[in-house]
Structures are given as C-alpha cells and as structure tokens.
C-alpha cells in the first residue's frame, strides 16, 4: 500500500498522503496546502477526501484550504459539530480512495470525536492504523485539552474513554499493523513520545506503557495523569479555529507581507500595540536588536515558543526577519493560528541601523569566563530550561525559572545586581534575554553555550533537587 509520511520537525506533525488509481486523501494537513495539492499533481491525481483524526489544538489544520482549492470532502470522525460544510462519519463506516478503503474507527479519549482510520489495501488487507492523537510511538495522547474548550469534559473522564477506546478498539487488532500517529516527540500532545514516528501495533502492546495488559482502568487513568504539565494557552484558541474555520493562508499571506519602511514600521508599532517579533537566530539578536523586540529564531521551535508566550493568537504583529525569510515565518506563525502579522521591516534589522535608530544589544559570554566568575565570586544563575531539565543535572546554587513560565516569576529578577541566563544551548535564553530587555533589565549576561558547554567544565552540578526549593 502506497502511503507517504509527511513529517515537519519543528512542529513535530505528521500528516500522511494516500493515493490510488488517481485518486487521492490527505490526513491531518498542516495550514499551507499548495504541498499535498503539489505532490497530488505529482500522481496525476484528484484529492477525494481530507480525513481530520480530530479537532488538532497544537496546530491549525489546512482541511478547509484544501476544500476549497481542490473539491475535497472534509471527512471527521462521529461526534464531530465543524462549523463549515464536512462529512461527519458514523463508526465503521468505509471510504473509498482508488483500490484503497478507510475505515472509521472512533476512539474517544483524546477528544470526543478523536478517531482513528484503519487502512485497507487493494487485496483486502489491513494495512495500517492512522491514529491521530489517540496513540502515539511510547505514549498516547494528554486528555486534559478538550475541559479547556468544554469545561464538563474532565481528564479524568477522557482518560476513562481513553482507556476503553484503547482496549476494545485498537488493542484487538493485529499485531502486523503499522501505526501511523500525528506527532512524535517535542510534541506538547503527550508526555513521554518517542523519536521514532512509525512502528507496528504489536511492538507496542510490548513496550508501550498504556497498552500493558494488565493495567486496570483507575491505574491507568493515574498513570496517563501522572506529570502532565500544563499546556500552551494558544491551544484552545488553535481548537476553535479547527472548529469554527478561520481565513485562508492566501488571505493572510496578503495582508502580512506588507513592506514597512524604517518609519513607516515605526510608525506602525507606535500606533498598533503590536509585538515587534525578531525572528533572526541569537548570535545576529544579540549583536543588535530594535528596541522592545522580542526575539524567537526561526532555527528553533519557532511555532511552539510563539505559542508558549504570546497569549493571543489574534495578536498583532510587526516582523524583524532576515531578507528572504518573510514568507517562511508567516507560514510558521500561521501553522499555530497567529494570523495577525500586519507587516515586516524591509530590509530587515540593518535598514533599522543603517537609518541610524537606536538600537539594544545583549551581552554575551563563553563558558570560560563563567567558569571563572564562578570560582571567584559565585554570581546569580538563572538556569530557563524546563524543570526537568534542571533536576536531570544544574549547576548548584543556579535558580530555576523555565521560559515558559518567566513572565509569572519577573519578581524573581534583581534589578540591583548583575545575574547570568543560561539554557541547554543559547536559543531558549536568548528569548528570555530579549523578554527581560523589554521589561527594563539590562546588567545581566547570557551563556553562549548554555548547559551544553557548562557541562564540561568543573563548575559544581547537582542531580538531585529539593521540591521545596523549586519555582
């Protein structure tokens, strides 16, 4: 059986493509469609159908894109309530794409409509499993996303459907099945994913935790629960897109590749309230920046941390990129619904310095020099990884405050001494740097290397942490 993965690695996402005897489906597409509509044309093929697995909070789909460029059905599993024009399947029931047929298997858990497509080849056989956000490689998916849409839908109670679905729905099928899930890991859908995206079903009863067989219902729910961290505020805001739809990427495109002059991007940010979003890598950022930038580089996972730490998706914003990467980081700020850009600084930071503005720099240091200040005086690290980054190894005395968390511990920050940034390799504490500028800190230093560097040197670490201590 013909069937393409389609992996994107800042997002972690897998959307998958299908095609037979000219006829084509598309599985959980991200929001630029012109790819799958490309790789169709490729196969001389018509795009019959989108499968949705369910409505996505990580990401906005492209489903409705795709119907309106090529005629496609919008296919989602039972239960589903789309604001738009789409097919709401019952359970079992069976597609036809070419030689191909797909059968609906819904899997409540994740979300209520979450469902699961069982692929049938030409001959009749089982294929494979698209599973969506229902089972991943090493975890299945977080049920604690969907109360933050409908409140009397509690984890507790989607990890019971979860597990019901798990048991009576997937585990007795066939071991030779391969699973195709929607994320691996870095994906903020589950907890403990793995690297690999593909596996069979059989291998997975074997290692998988969630499929052990002799688990009960509350240990699983427990266990599902167990270290499930908060999720990023846009998710929501990214399901009701999914539900509701939203304007297309052309659309938007338009409107944020508008060309601003030094003063008229000026002009713009004194006038809109907008974020001024510097998406250049940390080495250019801290060199020189326009002032009360932020900076998230595109060479990271740019989407995520937009969507970790701007609250709004409807928030508008003005882009600093290098030349020719305008387009890109608007298709990457579209992908997690921040459809606000409302244009970007022409020629980039160095028309902004070539005009003679002022501009910030962030201070910067390598790991020697830490290392020395560390021996003789011993200054204030703050460490932005995630906490379990921290309790895997720190540097003692070194004060945990993860980047996704920095705005609610500011207070944390003295403003009377100098302190140090670091994170695992210089993205993360960059962003941090450019948040604190922006808030009035201005004596502190950033580690180039971060943890990665700090780990060779000699400077005491500590693998064990007291919760107490913790923030």
Excluded at 54 to 65: E, R
Excluded at 322 to 341: F, H, M, N
Aim: aromatic share 10%.
């Amino acid at each position: 059986m013909r069937i393409e993965q389609i992996y994107t690695g800042c997002l972690a996402h897998a959307a998958y493509y299908i095609e037979s005897n000219g006829e084509a489906a598309i599985f959980d597409p991200l929001r630029e469609v012109q790819p799958y509509i490309d790789r169709a044309k490729k196969d001389n093929a018509k795009i019959k159908y989108v499968f949705e697995t369910h409505f996505h909070a990580d990401f906005v789909s492209g489903h409705l894109d795709l119907q309106k460029k090529t005629g496609a059905k919008i296919v989602f599993g039972p239960t589903a309530k789309p604001g738009y024009d789409a097919l709401v399947a019952t359970d079992g029931q069976l597609f036809e794409i070419g030689s191909y047929q797909v059968k609906v298997i819904h899997t409540p858990g994740h979300t209520m409509e979450s469902t699961t497509y069982l692929l049938i080849d030409e001959h009749g056989n089982e294929h494979g499993i698209i599973t969506g956000d229902t089972l991943f490689i090493g975890d299945v998916g977080r049920p604690d996303l969907a109360q933050h849409v409908i409140s009397e839908l509690t984890e507790e109670k989607l990890a019971g459907h979860l597990y019901d679905s798990l048991r009576n729905k997937i585990m007795p099928l066939s071991d030779d099945l391969i699973v195709y899930p929607n994320h691996g890991a870095g994906s903020a859908c589950g907890k403990m994913m793995s690297k690999e995206t593909t596996d069979t079903l059989g291998n997975q009863k074997k290692v998988n935790y969630a499929l052990r067989h002799d688990m009960t219902k509350e240990e699983f729910i427990k266990e599902l629960l167990t270290g499930l961290t908060t999720p990023p505020g846009y998710f929501p805001q990214n399901v009701l897109m999914n539900i509701k739809g939203y304007d297309s990427l052309d659309t938007v495109m338009s409107r944020a590749k508008t060309a601003l002059s030094v003063p008229g991007f000026e002009t713009a940010a004194n006038e809109t309230a907008a974020l001024m979003l510097d998406t250049r890598n940390a080495e250019d950022f801290a060199k020189g920046f326009v002032p009360n930038s932020i900076n998230i580089g595109l060479d990271g996972s740019f989407a995520q941390w937009v969507g970790e730490l701007v609250p709004d998706v409807k928030q508008k914003i003005l882009l600093i990129t290098y030349p020719d990467k305008q387009e890109e980081t608007i298709t990457r700020l579209s992908r997690v619904g921040y459809d606000g850009a409302i244009g970007y600084l022409e020629g980039g930071f160095e028309s902004w310095k070539s005009a003679g503005k002022d501009f910030e720099t962030v201070n910067r240091i390598h790991v020697e020099k830490l290392e020395a200040a560390y021996n003789a005086e011993r200054p204030l690290i703050f460490d932005v990884r995630k906490k379990s980054e921290y309790d895997s190894e720190h540097v003692i005395g070194a004060v945990n405050v993860p980047l996704n968390e920095l705005n609610q511990h500011l207070a944390q920050f003295p403003k009377d001494r100098p302190f140090v940034l670091h994170c695992a390799g210089g993205y993360r504490s960059m962003i941090a740097a450019s948040m604190l500028k922006q808030r009035g800190w201005n004596d502190f230093v950033d580690v180039i290397e971060g943890f990665e560097g700090i780990a060779k040197t000699r400077m005491p670490k500590s693998e064990y942490v007291c919760p107490t201590t913790m923030l």
